[in-house]
Nanobody, 126 residues
Framework: QVDLTESGGGLVQPGGSMRLSCELS????????VGWFRQAPGREREFVGA????????YYADFAKGRFTLSRDNAKNSVSLQMNSLNSEDTALYYC???????????????????WGPGTQVTVSS
């Protein structure tokens, strides 16, 4: 049974930075593609970024490019999301995801990921 545990959420001022972390347990981390989704109140879950195990490439949503950096640490079975220049539209519940069989073309689809963490809240407010 694969479990994902996020950490690092909280309150940050506009323009600030925050780092989220996610640890995977119960599986061979190297086999899994890992990533992040987010969901703001009243909105659907949206793709933030992912690292694909198939080709070792990292993919980002357009809003994340240049501001967010996703990194994985195979030695620690973890993936992190460094978020900079945050604004109020980044306020959301952020979910860590993992899947060992997902294909590249499906990375941006929430319904294609097998494992989800419980989520960590990020609130950007002054």
């Amino acid at each position: 049974q694969v479990d994902l545990t996020e950490s690092g959420g909280g309150l940050v001022q506009p323009g600030g930075s925050m780092r989220l972390s996610c640890e995977l347990s119960g599986g061979n981390f190297r086999r899994y593609s890992v990533g992040w989704f987010r969901q703001a109140p009243g909105r659907e879950r949206e793709f933030v970024g992912a690292h694909a195990s198939r080709n070792s490439a990292t993919y980002y949503a357009d809003f994340a490019k240049g501001r967010f950096t996703l990194s994985r640490d195979n030695a620690k079975n973890s993936v992190s999301l460094q978020m900079n220049s945050l604004n109020s539209e980044d306020t959301a519940l952020y979910y860590c995801v993992a899947d060992s069989g997902i294909i590249i073309s499906s990375l941006r689809r929430a319904d294609q990921w097998d494992y989800w963490g419980p989520g960590t809240q990020v609130t950007v407010s002054s």
